[in-house]
């Protein structure tokens, strides 16, 4: 029998997928042919979610902790416990933490935020993945928009600024195969040690969190050339002072700021510069706004590209995110309530050990942030210091590890789902497929027996789902989504064509400000590249992969190669402390540069952010975290 679902992974492409459970009993998970995105095809993480679903390390009963040890309990018993936490500290809910982040997503995925809004609880702000250039890309335009991801093949040229196409969003690098098949020209500009080679018939390698010389760079000579876009100078709020701003700067200084050469320089001129008419389509990796000053990166990137008069043009564009939430309709949950405070994501461990009131309180779902967030080892402190802690998951990770209560939850194609995608306009319908493990419970039924237990007016499933689709862009049933498997909601394929920004003055807005690059601190010559694993997203990684050493990645010429003694053993090193690794050396990776892969867990020695300092980014408060220095040593 065959179904369609979706994968619900926190993952831009979002993709429809057709479940085949065979009369043997065996199981294939594969892309939807029918969907307009997925076009039959999904990545290695989609095709293994049936194991996940089976693995013998699940958690499928509710546990409760005595006397240190984690004991099963029964739904009722749990739940009427944390009942009882809760309605003791509804008088002050600033002393309730509720984390919740994209572990999985959806429309029903909004059932925790409902309740603890409802609560007036303390939530948290800040982002660890792309909240920098989202808000770098609302400054610049007024809104999150771009051209339709099919549009890649009606460009001339793709510049590729630092997505690595083989591990991340499987589709958009299928599309730029399929451009350079049809003769279009790739140009990826990144530190190396990813995938794009096979994508690209150029590579620029820049030093690591450097883009935004490189776009200023480009811009200057745009300028000088006077092959900037009239139109776009006309309609910019602040061009004089960004003109200013450019003329300031020295070429030589800005190459040598991102390491780069006057042949790459000339090179991206040439493309921007439109000398043979065709449209240049960017394509921005949300890696590069995970610096100090990412969100600039960002911003100047946008800048090179709408100075040029590649916005508002078919096959050009600038593409970053779109809001996975504008195709479906949240009100029930964003209105729910006002949140007491916000504590910083990016440094959740030291802002709960400083919070006043102090948090008593904590539940977290779809999160493994003690892991997940930088400064982890701070994380555990603070979990420690708060009285009671529940957490919703299906494995034993570093964050469940610390509950005083585990609430199993279904997991991906065993519960209902509505969601949108961050990168297309279709709305995927991921279907029940399988009955849920054990006594795993969709996380919004967790939700809403626990809100009747609380007096608090939930509305049904049903209700959530029929609300999800009735937004403005779609003209569908949920009777259809439910037999079709998806919806296409309706959006410009261009963005910005007629050059009306989203601000209230309809302008655009350009860079006012380019800083220089800190300097990495004395005896900590290496950047820290902590990057997207190809078969595992973020932490829902097996524990049985996680037996080895975590390996890190460096150029083969760097010094410390020649001083390090192979038969002791080494150490991924920064100020805040260092975990023992296994080296492998890559060609091509910038010599300034490491890379681990993310994912690992602290339990088995194997996450880096633990030594990852709580560094923010320039805008949206996002976790810089490839801002970290840091050698090798035995």
Same mark, same amino acid.
């Given at each position: 029998?065959?179904?369609?679902?979706?994968?619900?992974?926190?993952?831009?492409?979002?993709?429809?997928?057709?479940?085949?459970?065979?009369?043997?009993?065996?199981?294939?998970?594969?892309?939807?042919?029918?969907?307009?995105?997925?076009?039959?095809?999904?990545?290695?993480?989609?095709?293994?979610?049936?194991?996940?679903?089976?693995?013998?390390?699940?958690?499928?009963?509710?546990?409760?902790?005595?006397?240190?040890?984690?004991?099963?309990?029964?739904?009722?018993?749990?739940?009427?416990?944390?009942?009882?936490?809760?309605?003791?500290?509804?008088?002050? *809910?600033?002393?309730?933490?509720?984390?919740?982040?994209h572990g999985y997503r959806g429309a029903l995925a909004e059932a925790s935020r409902f309740l603890f809004r409802s609560l007036g609880a303390s939530t948290t702000r800040g982002a660890l993945c792309d909240d920098a250039g989202i808000e770098a890309s609302i400054m610049d335009f007024g809104a999150l928009h771009h051209n339709d991801p099919f549009d890649l093949l009606n460009a001339g040229y793709i510049i590729n600024w630092g997505k690595d196409l083989s591990r991340s969003s499987l589709h958009i690098g299928q599309l730029v195969r399929e451009a350079r098949r049809n003769g279009r020209k790739v140009i990826t500009i990144s530190p190396g040690g990813d995938g794009n080679a096979d994508f690209s018939d150029t590579v620029i390698r820049i030093r690591p969190g450097t883009d935004r010389f490189l776009a200023a760079a480009v811009i200057r000579k745009l300028l000088v050339r006077g092959y900037a876009s009239s139109t776009a100078l006309l309609k910019s709020s602040n061009w004089n002072e960004f003109k200013e701003l450019i003329a300031a700067q020295d070429e030589d200084s800005l190459l040598n700021a991102c390491d780069c050469s006057p042949d790459d320089l000339q090179l991206l001129a040439n493309t921007y510069a439109n000398i043979d008419m065709k449209p240049v389509a960017s394509i921005i990796g949300w890696g590069i706004q995970r610096?100090?000053?990412?969100?600039?990166?960002?911003?100047?990137?946008?800048?090179?590209?709408?100075?040029?008069?590649?916005? =508002?043009?078919?096959?050009? =564009?600038?593409?970053?995110?779109?809001?996975?939430?504008?195709?479906?309709?949240?009100?029930?949950?964003?209105?729910?309530?006002?949140?007491?405070?916000?504590?910083?994501? *990016?440094?959740?461990?030291?802002?709960?050990?400083?919070?006043?009131?102090?948090?008593?309180?904590?539940?977290?779902?779809?999160?493994?942030?003690?892991?997940?967030?930088?400064?982890?080892?701070?994380?555990?402190?603070?979990?420690?210091?708060?009285?009671?802690?529940?957490?919703?998951?299906?494995?034993?990770?570093?964050?469940?590890?610390?509950?005083?209560?585990?609430?199993?939850?279904?997991?991906?194609?065993?519960?209902?789902?509505?969601?949108?995608?961050?990168?297309?306009?279709?709305?995927?319908?991921?279907?029940?497929?399988?009955?849920?493990?054990?006594?795993?419970?969709?996380?919004?039924?967790?939700?809403?027996?626990?809100?009747?237990?609380?007096?608090?007016?939930?509305?049904?499933?049903?209700?959530?789902?029929?609300?999800?689709?009735?937004?403005?862009?779609?003209?569908?049933?949920?009777?259809?989504?439910?037999?079709? =498997?998806?919806?296409?909601?309706?959006?410009?394929?261009?963005?910005?064509?007629?050059?009306?920004?989203?601000?209230?003055?309809?302008?655009?807005?350009?860079?006012?400000?380019?800083?220089?690059?800190?300097?990495?601190?004395?005896?900590?010559?290496?950047?820290?590249?902590?990057?997207?694993?190809?078969?595992?997203?973020?932490?829902?990684? *097996?524990?049985?992969?996680?037996?080895?050493?975590?390996?890190?990645?460096?150029?083969?010429?760097?010094?410390?190669? =020649?001083?390090?003694?192979?038969?002791?053993?080494?150490?991924?090193?920064?100020?805040?402390?260092?975990?023992?690794?296994?080296?492998?050396?890559?060609?091509?990776?910038?010599?300034?540069?490491?890379?681990?892969?993310?994912?690992?867990?602290?339990?088995?020695?194997?996450?880096?952010?633990?030594?990852?300092?709580?560094?923010?980014?320039?805008?949206?408060?996002?976790?810089?975290?490839?801002?970290?220095?840091?050698?090798?040593?035995?």
């Amino acid at each position: 029998m065959k179904y369609i679902s979706a994968c619900t992974l926190d993952c831009p492409d979002a993709c429809s997928v057709v479940i085949d459970r065979r009369e043997d009993g065996s199981v294939s998970i594969t892309g939807n042919p029918e969907h307009p995105f997925t076009r039959g095809f999904i990545c290695v993480k989609g095709r293994k979610a049936y194991e996940r679903l089976t693995s013998p390390e699940r958690i499928t009963a509710p546990l409760m902790k005595v006397n240190g040890e984690f004991v099963p309990t029964d739904w009722n018993t749990a739940l009427d416990r944390i009942a009882d936490k809760l309605k003791a500290l509804r008088d002050t *809910p600033a002393s309730i933490l509720h984390i919740r982040s994209h572990g999985y997503r959806g429309a029903l995925a909004e059932a925790s935020r409902f309740l603890f809004r409802s609560l007036g609880a303390s939530t948290t702000r800040g982002a660890l993945c792309d909240d920098a250039g989202i808000e770098a890309s609302i400054m610049d335009f007024g809104a999150l928009h771009h051209n339709d991801p099919f549009d890649l093949l009606n460009a001339g040229y793709i510049i590729n600024w630092g997505k690595d196409l083989s591990r991340s969003s499987l589709h958009i690098g299928q599309l730029v195969r399929e451009a350079r098949r049809n003769g279009r020209k790739v140009i990826t500009i990144s530190p190396g040690g990813d995938g794009n080679a096979d994508f690209s018939d150029t590579v620029i390698r820049i030093r690591p969190g450097t883009d935004r010389f490189l776009a200023a760079a480009v811009i200057r000579k745009l300028l000088v050339r006077g092959y900037a876009s009239s139109t776009a100078l006309l309609k910019s709020s602040n061009w004089n002072e960004f003109k200013e701003l450019i003329a300031a700067q020295d070429e030589d200084s800005l190459l040598n700021a991102c390491d780069c050469s006057p042949d790459d320089l000339q090179l991206l001129a040439n493309t921007y510069a439109n000398i043979d008419m065709k449209p240049v389509a960017s394509i921005i990796g949300w890696g590069i706004q995970r610096h100090v000053y990412g969100g600039e990166n960002v911003r100047f990137i946008n800048a090179l590209a709408y100075l040029s008069g590649q916005v =508002g043009r078919k096959g050009g =564009g600038v593409y970053f995110n779109i809001s996975s939430g504008r195709n479906l309709n949240t009100d029930w949950a964003d209105n729910a309530g006002t949140p007491a405070r916000r504590l910083l994501l *990016p440094a959740i461990g030291k802002e709960i050990l400083e919070a006043t009131p102090p948090i008593k309180f904590l539940w977290a779902d779809g999160s493994n942030f003690v892991n997940q967030t930088p400064d982890a080892a701070t994380n555990i402190k603070a979990m420690d210091s708060i009285e009671f802690k529940v957490v919703v998951d299906a494995f034993m990770t570093d964050t469940a590890l610390r509950a005083d209560i585990i609430l199993p939850c279904a997991l991906n194609h065993e519960r209902e789902e509505i969601l949108g995608s961050c990168l297309h306009n279709c709305v995927q319908y991921s279907a029940p497929v399988f009955t849920p493990a054990g006594q795993s419970q969709h996380d919004f039924d967790i939700m809403t027996d626990l809100a009747s237990r609380l007096d608090i007016a939930a509305p049904t499933r049903e209700e959530v789902l029929r609300m999800a689709i009735d937004v403005p862009h779609l003209s569908t049933t949920l009777e259809e989504m439910r037999e079709q =498997g998806f919806a296409v909601a309706e959006h410009p394929p261009v963005a910005w064509e007629d050059y009306e920004f989203a601000h209230p003055d309809g302008k655009y807005r350009l860079p006012d400000a380019l800083h220089t690059e800190p300097l990495p601190p004395k005896g900590y010559p290496l950047r820290l590249m902590s990057l997207v694993h190809k078969e595992y997203l973020h932490s829902q990684m *097996p524990e049985k992969e996680q037996s080895a050493k975590p390996t890190v990645w460096v150029n083969p010429g760097i010094p410390v190669l =020649g001083t390090l003694d192979s038969n002791k053993p080494i150490y991924l090193a920064t100020p805040k402390g260092r975990i023992e690794v296994q080296v492998e050396i890559i060609v091509g990776l910038h010599p300034e540069c490491i890379i681990i892969r993310r994912g690992g867990w602290m339990k088995f020695g194997n996450s880096a952010n633990p030594i990852i300092e709580a560094r923010i980014t320039d805008i949206g408060e996002t976790a810089a975290y490839y801002s970290q220095y840091t050698r090798l040593e035995n």
